[in-house]
T-cell receptor
């Protein structure tokens, strides 16, 4: 299957700083990527849909000024957690689809963010 | 409201037995449903997709059923192995590539 690479896998940052997470589709072009957040023993919660060349679409309750998404190319989307707080500590996962058909999504490895 | 429900309690089975996991949904009319495996600290990995006009899908030791009348999918692992221990997520597509996940069921297979 297609490969989606997410970086970094783990990051620890201080409160008030910003952290950038990258999501790359390695062997296919992804016009759409998705960013999820997952708390322990809970489901993946969709945060936003990242569209190449246009603004991201955020789910209800997700602050777009807090979680900045940039999808500058067909193979790269970035999520920046701005002014991070301890409650932002979570597991962040991106996914991308391939082609125009409704098929399975391919997920990155996830990023464990800890804000201290 | 729309809901996807999976057994929140862990499923413990003996090696060699068949594991059966349940996914129920309400207020959705998905064109298809997927099952993913997730290991601790990792992103989900796609296993199987079943469309609304398919009753059953198989892949090696895996079998998925999809009953759109009951709004339920069953996920079976036959001849289970300790390596099958993981969390299994049910997912519905609501349009495009947008995927909504259940909370997952943790499976433990004992040797």
């Amino acid at each position: 299957g297609a490969v989606v690479s997410q970086h970094p896998s783990r990051v620890i940052c201080k409160s008030g700083t910003s952290v950038k997470i990258e999501c790359r589709s390695l062997d296919f072009q992804a016009t759409t990527m998705f960013w999820y957040r997952q708390f322990p023993k809970q489901s993946l919660m969709l945060m936003a849909t990242s569209n190449e060349g246009s603004k991201a679409t955020y789910e209800q309750g997700v602050e777009k000024d807090k979680f900045l998404i940039n999808h500058a190319s067909l193979t790269l989307s970035t999520l920046t957690v701005t002014s991070a707080h301890p409650e932002d500590s979570s597991f962040y996962i991106c996914s991308a689809g391939q082609g125009n058909m409704n098929t399975e999504a391919f997920f990155g490895q996830g990023t464990r963010l800890t804000v201290v | 409201s729309q809901k996807i429900e999976q057994n929140s309690e862990a499923l413990n089975i003996q090696e060699g037995k068949t594991a059966t996991l349940t996914c129920n949904y309400t207020n959705y009319s998905p064109a298809y449903l997927q099952w993913y495996r997730q290991d601790p600290g990792r992103g989900p990995v796609f296993l199987l997709l079943i469309r609304e006009n398919e009753k059953e899908k198989r892949k090696e030791r895996l079998k998925v059923t999809f009953d759109t009348t009951l709004k339920q999918s069953l996920f079976h692992i036959t001849a289970s192995q300790p390596a099958d221990s993981a969390t299994y997520l049910c997912a519905l597509h609501t349009g495009g590539f947008k995927t909504i996940f259940g909370a997952g069921t943790r499976l433990f297979v004992k040797a």
